[in-house]
Nanobody
Framework: QVQLVESGGGLVQPGGSLRLSCAAS????????MGWYRQAPGKERELVAS???????KYADSVKGRFTISRDNAKRTVYLQMNSLKPEDTAVYYC?????????WGQGTQVAVSS
């Protein structure tokens, strides 16, 4: 059974930082491309960042220079370091795993950026 469990969300002031984590089980983590998506109220889910099994990364233009995705294959975990947060970053953040099959999704973690 595949499980992706996100954590690390919360309420933060503009300009602050958060680090999201996504722990995976039930998959051969090291061969999967992992991604972070977000969905704000009334909007479609969008890709925030992704990292391939060999470490190539991709970012949405809106987060380049502020967010960093990384992975630890030994811990079967993918991270999203979010700095210089803005109110428009407010959303539910989901991680996904894909490798031909899937994608598999986590349940999401809420990030709210507000003063």
């Amino acid at each position: 059974q595949v499980q992706l469990v996100e954590s690390g969300g919360g309420l933060v002031q503009p300009g602050g930082s958060l680090r999201l984590s996504c722990a995976a089980s039930g998959i051969i983590f090291s061969i999967y491309t992992m991604g972070w998506y977000r969905q704000a109220p009334g909007k479609e889910r969008e890709l925030v960042a992704s990292i391939t099994n060999v470490g190539f990364t991709k970012y949405a233009d809106s987060v380049k220079g502020r967010f960093t995705i990384s992975r630890d294959n030994a811990k079967r975990t993918v991270y999203l370091q979010m700095n210089s947060l803005k109110p428009e970053d407010t959303a539910v953040y989901y991680c996904d795993a894909r490798n031909g099959g899937g994608p598999y999704w986590g349940q999401g973690t809420q990030v709210a950026v507000s003063s």
